[in-house]
């Protein structure tokens, strides 16, 4: 006898409630092993592959991809024990098989033929162009009682797949919103499409014609995806902006019905940063403070460690530096790694330093930390500033890395930006803002010599940094920048 087991959505990482269905990697049907990647979800914070926690048989998918799936939601069954033979998608909350019966009599078989030849043909006379596809299930096994007379003015008397038929009782009309409703005008009897009431509606704001779509599901039955398809292939083009309609962020996006916006709904790290984002700039109350910093030598270090044997399997940029004036700048005034615990009414302070580095990644901004980077010498820190903007940039942060970070780094320089005001990221004291390193003139030893320049912006929390502090803060990371060899002298 088959035995089924049910796969919840886990929590990914700490704190989540819903994570999206990206990829399934399995079909109903499919055999699965313990640990088989059986798909990939992307929560708030980043893509996830869950493993399949069962050996056995896929019977049923219970999310599809796109769907957002509330954390403990069931979105797969299976049959742990094939050795059952039970067929790819049966419903395991079925009532078990009832023993053999007798062979039916001639009564019971032609009232059988009756209701399979119902089943068969859902639109034969007696079913009005108005009524669902309706059909009649019973329990595997049982024998099918003859027929009642129904009637005249209470219909056939069929019930919905799935409902079964019990003696005495009721039979159910399927709900409005699941029913199969006959695409076709007033008076038609044969339909060779079907629709659901919500891919109808939607057929209707985008303005396609549901007689002219090309089915794909199961019975030729209209999707969801054949119409949002057939939107997007008569779309007025000439009215677009982007009229290749290939961009990565339309993707998961609804067409307007005149084809001038896409709307797109709010999930995962999007909505994630824009909590966040709204929740640390209404909360925290920020203040700034700049500096312009003559960076020529810090730009000589950065040719030498290019040079250097020591250095050639890492990246080595002016971030590289800038991380480490950052973190020998909160070495030295250590109550600027701290944190405002609002329930407690506390200021945590950190005896460690978790360095965010913000990315800007295909799926979001997102700000990754490299854990003990205190503790790390430069190469080191190298290596780790490599692999976590790798991760980010190809999708692979992990729900750890981006949690517990105590200061950050912003560097807007690469966009050929000169600097501006960050928002902090939540939990944080301070962030720093490191915008684009230019050739400018700059008086050098009193004389006007072309240097290499750039702009350093630090946001804090005035609740737990005073101006003083931050700006002592800041100045330090400026000393670091503009002679590197300071930081022999504080390390």
Same mark, same amino acid.
């Given at each position: 006898?088959?035995?089924?087991?049910?796969?919840?959505?886990?929590?990914?990482g700490?704190?989540?409630?819903?994570?999206?269905?990206?990829?399934?990697?399995?079909?109903?049907?499919?055999t699965?092993?313990?640990?088989?990647?059986?798909?990939?979800?992307?929560?708030?914070?980043?893509?996830?592959?869950?493993p399949?926690?069962?050996?056995?048989?896929?019977?049923?998918?219970?999310?599809?991809?796109?769907?957002?799936?509330?954390?403990? @939601? #069931?979105?797969?069954r299976?049959?742990?024990? =094939? $050795? %059952?033979?039970? /067929? +790819?998608?049966?419903?395991?909350?079925?009532? *078990?098989?009832?023993?053999?019966?007798?062979?039916?009599?001639?009564?019971?078989h032609?009232?059988?033929?009756?209701?399979?030849?119902?089943v068969a043909?859902?639109?034969?006379?007696?079913?009005?162009? @108005? #009524?669902?596809?309706?059909?009649?299930?019973? =329990? $595997? %096994?049982?024998? /099918? +009682?003859?027929?009642?007379?129904?009637?005249? *003015?209470?219909?056939?008397?069929?019930?919905?797949?799935?409902?079964?038929?019990?003696?005495?009782?009721?039979?159910?009309?399927?709900?409005?919103?699941d029913?199969?409703?006959?695409?076709?005008?007033?008076? #038609?009897s044969?339909?060779?499409?079907?629709?659901?009431?919500?891919?109808?509606?939607?057929?209707?704001?985008?303005?396609?014609d549901?007689?002219?779509?090309?089915?794909?599901?199961?019975?030729?039955?209209?999707?969801?995806?054949?119409?949002?398809?057939?939107?997007?292939?008569?779309?007025?083009?000439?009215?677009?902006?982007?009229?290749? #309609?290939?961009?990565?962020?339309?993707?998961?996006?609804?067409?307007?019905?005149?084809g001038?916006?896409?709307?797109?709904?709010?999930?995962?790290?999007?909505?994630?940063?824009?909590?966040?984002?709204?929740?640390?700039?209404?909360?925290?109350?920020h203040?700034?403070?700049?500096?312009?910093?003559?960076?020529?030598?810090?730009?000589n270090?950065?040719?030498?460690?290019?040079?250097?044997?020591?250095?050639?399997?890492?990246?080595?940029?002016?971030?590289?530096?800038?991380?480490?004036?950052?973190?020998?700048?909160?070495?030295?005034?250590?109550e600027?790694?701290?944190?405002?615990?609002?329930?407690?009414?506390?200021?945590?302070?950190?005896?460690?330093?978790?360095?965010?580095?913000?990315?800007?990644?295909?799926?979001?901004?997102?700000?990754?930390?490299?854990?003990?980077?205190?503790?790390?010498?430069?190469?080191?820190?190298?290596?780790?500033?490599?692999?976590l903007?790798?991760?980010?940039?190809?999708?692979r942060?992990?729900?750890?890395?981006?949690?517990?970070?105590?200061?950050?780094?912003?560097?807007?320089?690469?966009?050929?930006?000169?600097?501006?005001?960050?928002?902090?990221?939540?939990?944080?004291?301070?962030?720093?803002?490191?915008?684009?390193?230019?050739?400018?003139?700059?008086?050098?030893?009193?004389?006007?010599?072309?240097?290499?320049?750039?702009?350093?912006?630090?946001?804090?929390?005035?609740?737990?940094?005073?101006g003083?502090?931050?700006?002592?803060v800041?100045?330090?990371?400026?000393?670091?920048?503009?002679?590197?060899?300071?930081?022999?002298?504080?390390?």
């Amino acid at each position: 006898m088959p035995t089924f087991e049910t796969f919840r959505m886990p929590d990914a990482g700490e704190g989540l409630t819903e994570a999206d269905i990206v990829t399934w990697h399995v079909a109903v049907g499919d055999t699965v092993e313990v640990n088989q990647p059986l798909l990939e979800v992307e929560t708030a914070k980043s893509l996830v592959e869950l493993p399949c926690p069962f050996d056995g048989v896929v019977t049923e998918l219970l999310a599809q991809v796109g769907d957002t799936v509330e954390v403990g @939601a #069931d979105i797969a069954r299976f049959d742990v024990d =094939p $050795a %059952g033979e039970a /067929a +790819p998608g049966a419903d395991p909350t079925a009532t *078990d098989a009832a023993p053999a019966a007798p062979a039916p009599d001639s009564a019971n078989h032609s009232g059988a033929d009756a209701r399979a030849s119902s089943v068969a043909e859902p639109a034969t006379a007696g079913v009005s162009s @108005a #009524d669902p596809v309706r059909a009649v299930e019973e =329990p $595997a %096994g049982a024998q /099918a +009682p003859a027929p009642a007379q129904a009637p005249a *003015d209470e219909g056939s008397g069929s019930v919905l797949v799935g409902y079964g038929v019990k003696a005495g009782a009721a039979h159910r009309r399927p709900r409005k919103s699941d029913a199969l409703e006959p695409i076709g005008g007033e008076g #038609d009897s044969d339909y060779p499409v079907l629709a659901k009431p919500p891919v109808r509606k939607l057929a209707k704001e985008l303005g396609v014609d549901l007689t002219t779509v090309t089915p794909s599901g199961p019975g030729g039955l209209v999707t969801r995806e054949d119409v949002e398809s057939a939107s997007k292939a008569h779309s007025p083009r000439e009215l677009a902006l982007y009229p290749g #309609d290939d961009q990565p962020w339309l993707a998961q996006g609804t067409m307007t019905r005149d084809g001038r916006a896409t709307r797109v709904p709010v999930k995962s790290v999007r909505k994630r940063t824009a909590e966040a984002m709204v929740s640390s700039a209404f909360t925290a109350p920020h203040v700034t403070v700049f500096l312009t910093v003559d960076v020529t030598e810090t730009m000589n270090l950065v040719a030498r460690l290019k040079a250097d044997r020591e250095f050639a399997d890492v990246r080595v940029t002016p971030l590289l530096i800038v991380a480490k004036a950052l973190l020998l700048a909160v070495r030295r005034h250590p109550e600027v790694n701290a944190s405002w615990d609002e329930e407690r009414q506390e200021i945590v302070y950190k005896h460690y330093v978790n360095l965010g580095i913000a990315a800007s990644t295909p799926r979001g901004l997102m700000v990754p930390n490299i854990k003990d980077a205190h503790r790390m010498p430069l190469h080191d820190l190298a290596e780790r500033l490599q692999d976590l903007t790798v991760a980010a940039r190809e999708g692979r942060t992990t729900p750890a890395a981006l949690q517990d970070g105590t200061i950050t780094i912003t560097n807007v320089g690469p966009l050929g930006i000169d600097t501006g005001t960050p928002i902090l990221n939540p939990g944080e004291s301070a962030i720093l803002a490191f915008g684009a390193i230019r050739q400018q003139p700059w008086v050098h030893e009193g004389e006007i010599q072309v240097r290499w320049v750039t702009q350093l912006a630090l946001s804090m929390d005035h609740r737990l940094v005073d101006g003083e502090l931050g700006a002592r803060v800041l100045a330090d990371v400026g000393r670091v920048m503009n002679d590197p060899a300071q930081g022999l002298v504080w390390a």
